[in-house]
């Protein structure tokens, strides 16, 4: 029996599956139906203690496991993620909602960061010269910091924690993993695998839970380095903590995401990546689209293809066949995403097309139509609150400078789109606009795994980033020797 098939989740620590120190446990539903799924454990800071006592013990002899070595298993463990696939897809659309081939494609991701990681041994490579002066010779080596702390959110329940630890094990690192208690199913079946893949004992850890864990983590004198990614309030928390404690930290945070349309944009196609991005995962994705800027004339027509596309979307469990738009995460999610239509009429916006009115709305799980506001403007609530549910505001502009003026104007950085087919106006756009991850005709241009993660102003706390090689920076710590002979 996999451990996904026990209700009563467990730490996983040392490579057991062990009961967490705790009588609190959360239920944990699938948001299509109300089932529920487990009880995950919200565990204590002493779960944390003997998590960190452990991994800083193995660390002792991963960290001084040949590179190679290291790396076949992650080798091994590409392959067991890619024979399990199914399940895995499964299992983060039943725990987190979103549609099976968006699940699908997620794993995809997640796999991708594991081959990234299997690359280690060229990765860690150093750099050496050999007459600095006469004589002396100078060498760069890389050493992986210690026992990194993991703490995820909910939307990628693949993805996310596979930005981390792989490439903190890969590079010589043991891991304690904290999922997001909303989606902690998946995680114990990754660890399965990966313990089936032939990682040590203790190399790979996991405690569930929520608060306590996450300042365990923070405070633990064994733990000195922190990748969070999650909302901004608490990355910057977390930022601020970590780097208090003395940890270094990558803090990935919340984004409120502009699509520009040109007049000269190839309408069908700009329509068809806003929706897939801002309805895609039921809008929550760090990368989704939240703002269409509809620049000089276009506005009317792409209001109302917009309409007509947002109206074909089928809703339903993500299981379904042909489901496009699954529930949010819980009902309070639903009922926030209410008021901030509620909200977003009150401020003037006018509401083309309104996610309450769909039959769904009043079924069992936690659903919430496709929602279309119109005439937004940068005063309003809506526009300026990361709302994380299928909620779309349309700006109207005259020109592409006001377009990235107002996008520059937003706390967030983390993505932004431009679709025309003018190289002069891509230009302007790339010199101009103040985020991190920037699409050209592409409606999500969320990077792969050998790039990084690029948020920017309050969309990340940090310097270096998840993935490519900033990730290998960050999981890694630096020698420089030298010598004269
Ligand atoms: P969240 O901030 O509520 O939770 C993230 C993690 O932090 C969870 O593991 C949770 O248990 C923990 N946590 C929550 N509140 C805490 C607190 N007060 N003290 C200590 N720990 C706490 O985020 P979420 O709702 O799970 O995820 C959605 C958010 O994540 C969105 O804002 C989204 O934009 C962001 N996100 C960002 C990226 C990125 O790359 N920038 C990627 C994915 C998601």
């Not at 304690?176 to 190399?203: C, H, M, W, Y």
């Not at 409606?443 to 969309?459: L, R």
């Amino acid at each position: 029996m996999t451990q996904t098939a026990i209700k009563k989740l467990k730490n996983f620590i040392n490579g057991e599956w062990v009961e967490a120190n705790t009588d609190q446990y959360q239920s944990v539903p699938n948001p299509a139906t109300g089932e529920i799924l487990g009880e995950v454990p919200i565990s204590t800071k002493e779960d944390v203690e003997t998590a960190a006592k452990v991994a800083r013990e193995a660390f002792k002899m991963w960290s001084k496991t040949p590179v190679p070595k290291r790396a076949r298993i992650l080798f091994k463990y590409q392959q067991l993620l890619v024979d399990n696939w199914d399940e895995l897809a499964e299992l983060v659309t039943k725990e987190n909602g979103k549609s099976y081939k968006e699940a699908y494609g997620e794993v995809l991701r997640g796999i991708e960061c594991v081959e990234f990681a299997a690359g280690a041994p060229t990765l860690m490579m150093g750099e050496q010269l050999p007459d600095i002066a006469s004589n002396i010779e100078s060498g760069m080596y890389r050493y992986p910091v210690g026992v990194v702390g993991g703490i995820t959110p909910f939307n990628f329940p693949m993805m996310v924690p596979c930005w981390m630890y792989p490439l903190a094990i890969a590079m010589g690192n043991t891991f304690i993993l904290k999922p997001s208690e909303r989606t902690p199913l998946l995680a114990n079946r990754l660890a399965e695998l990966f313990q089936e893949a032939g990682l040590p004992n203790g190399v790979l850890n996991i405690v569930h839970g929520a608060h306590d864990v996450v300042n365990g983590l923070l405070e633990n004198k064994d733990v000195p380095a922190i990748s969070f990614v999650g909302s901004q309030p608490v990355a910057e928390y977390i930022y601020k903590t970590a780097a208090n404690n003395g940890k270094r930290v990558q803090a990935l945070a919340g984004a409120k995401n502009h699509s520009i349309v040109m007049p000269d944009a190839n309408l069908d196609l700009a329509v068809k990546e806003v929706i897939a991005a801002a309805y895609g995962s039921a809008g929550e994705r760090c990368m989704a689209c939240s703002v269409v800027v509809a620049v000089g004339d276009v506005a009317d027509s792409l209001v109302q293809k917009l309409n007509e596309n947002a109206n074909e979307l089928q809703m339903g469990n993500g299981l379904d066949e042909g489901v496009f738009l699954g529930p949010v995460i819980r009902q309070e999610h639903k009922e926030k995403t209410a008021n901030y239509i509620d909200i977003g009429e009150r401020e003037g916006a006018t509401l083309i097309r309104d996610g309450r009115k769909d039959e769904s709305f009043h079924e069992e799980g936690y659903f919430i139509g496709p929602t279309i506001f119109d005439n937004v403007k940068p005063s309003m609530k809506i526009w300026k609150d990361e709302i994380f549910a299928p909620v779309l505001s349309v700006v109207r502009v005259n020109s592409l400078e006001e377009a990235i003026d107002l996008t520059n104007q937003s706390d967030f950085g983390n993505g932004a789109c431009l679709f025309t087919q003018n190289g002069s106006d891509v230009r302007y756009f790339r010199e101009n606009i103040q985020v991190g991850m920037l699409g050209v005709n592409v409606g999500v241009p969320a990077p792969m795994a050998f790039f990084p993660f690029s948020g920017w102003k309050n969309s990340f706390y940090g310097d270096l980033h998840a993935n490519g090689k900033d990730g290998v920076a960050f999981y890694t710590r630096r020698k420089m020797i030298t010598a004269r002979w």
